[in-house]
């Protein structure tokens, strides 16, 4: 099973040059970063709650230093630059995956490129006698390096796309959380009137 899949990777490369092997190359590297974010995904817990991770760390360490009186200010800058630094780190990587899902489509439509130049060098030395069944078999391994580099792209692209709105969404959760321990008192004084006063009329 693996010998017949090396020998259809050799098969590829074959067809599409070395712009193949590097988009190949690319696909592995992209797999590995998003295996690799799942995994610190995962283990810090983000998601729709903060169940486990350094925002858990982060939020228990707020709550028990305003429980010894530190001031409100202090403690939202200290967990401001700590909440930063953390997301920082749980987005790295991601800018990988942001640079192969907009060079892979490039680097393949540059193969395609050669590989047409290469074709119509071969058209213009056969000069009328060109066989029009090598000719279409030439532009035919042309494209193949654009397939291949849309198969890398979208893929990157679309995790990319969910790994960044899964942090976006997760800050707000962590955020949100954070005010909730440093301000319960905000929303627990009592609902606001918003009838109006008598004589006075709603707004349209």
């Known amino acids: 099973m693996i010998a017949i899949a090396q020998d259809r990777l050799s098969e590829i490369v074959a067809l599409g040059g070395p712009v193949v092997a590097i988009l190949l190359g690319f696909s592995v590297i992209a797999l590995a970063c998003i295996l690799w974010k799942l995994s610190v995904f995962a283990v810090e817990g983000i998601g729709p709650r903060v169940s486990r991770g350094f925002a858990r760390s982060i939020l228990a360490q707020i709550a028990e230093a305003k429980a010894n009186g530190v001031t409100e200010e202090a403690l939202r800058a200290r967990a401001a630059a700590r909440l930063e630094r953390d997301f920082q780190r749980a987005g790295s990587g991601l800018r990988l995956l942001d640079v192969i899902s907009q060079v892979a489509p490039l680097l393949g439509l540059f193969g395609t490129v050669l590989g047409m130049i290469d074709a119509f060098r071969t058209l213009q030395e056969a000069g009328g006698t060109a066989d029009p069944a090598v000719l279409a078999g030439g532009i035919w391994v042309a494209l193949v390096t654009t397939a291949a580099g849309l198969v890398v792209a979208m ?48 707004p349209a």
């Open 155 to 202: 893929p990157a692209s679309m995790a990319l796309s969910w790994f960044d709105g899964r942090l976006e969404r997760f800050d707000l959760v962590v955020r949100d959380a954070l005010e909730e321990i440093l301000s319960p008192q905000v929303l627990a004084q009592g609902a606001v009137d918003l009838t109006p006063a008598r004589g006075e009329h709603a």
